[in-house]
């Protein structure tokens, strides 16, 4: 019989263990996804991420739900630094104003036939790119989305329709 000081050891050692292998095969993953998502500061967000999975490790329901948390958060975080930039912008004066475009280790992660549909992408809403990267990047299926987005199936199904409209239009004015 083990000691509750010793099976809280083992629990800890196999959680950090579980976190290790997780960011080991899900940062890069991470990353793509909060600069596909409009993130201009990805690493500082996906870094953030990871520690509030790690702060809420305990209170999940299961390894298995750590993935679709740590999505969850991703795009919330990108949510929030974006609306965050917007007012930032909205209240700067020209002499304090950052400038424009993404970091260069965003830039570098995407081929130049790539930079045309980022580009697109960012023109459209928040939550149609949320929904089309989600979907068409990392093949969530709808219940998946809506989870990492807090909202409704149904929702994700509009979300989805209306930005792949949006974006065949502006794609096909580009040619």
């Not at 990353?31 to 409009?38: E, I, K, N, T």
């Not at 990871?50 to 999940?60: P, T, V």
């Not at 969530?140 to 809506?146: D, S, T, Y």
Request: a neutral charge.
């Amino acid at each position: 019989m083990t000691s509750p000081l010793i099976r809280a050891q083992q629990d800890a050692a196999e959680a950090d263990a579980a976190l290790a292998e997780l960011f080991q095969t899900q940062y890069a993953a991470m990353h793509r996804l909060a600069v596909l998502l409009g993130a201009d500061d990805a690493e500082d967000i996906v870094a953030e991420a990871f520690y509030q999975l790690y702060r809420r490790w305990k209170k999940l329901q299961g390894a298995d739900k750590a993935l679709p948390y740590l999505r969850s958060v991703v795009c919330n975080l990108t949510r929030m630094r974006l609306r965050h930039l917007q007012v930032v912008r909205k209240h700067a004066t020209p002499e304090t104003a950052p400038p424009a475009g993404s970091s260069a280790e965003a830039e570098a992660l995407l081929h130049d036939d790539q930079r045309a549909l980022v580009a697109a992408l960012k023109e459209l809403p928040a939550r149609q790119r949320e929904a089309l990267v989600l979907r068409h990047w990392l093949g969530l299926r709808e219940a998946e989305i809506a989870e990492a987005m807090g909202i409704s199936p149904g929702a994700v199904k509009s979300h989805t329709s209306r930005g792949m409209a949006a974006l065949t239009r502006v794609l096909e004015e580009r040619q």
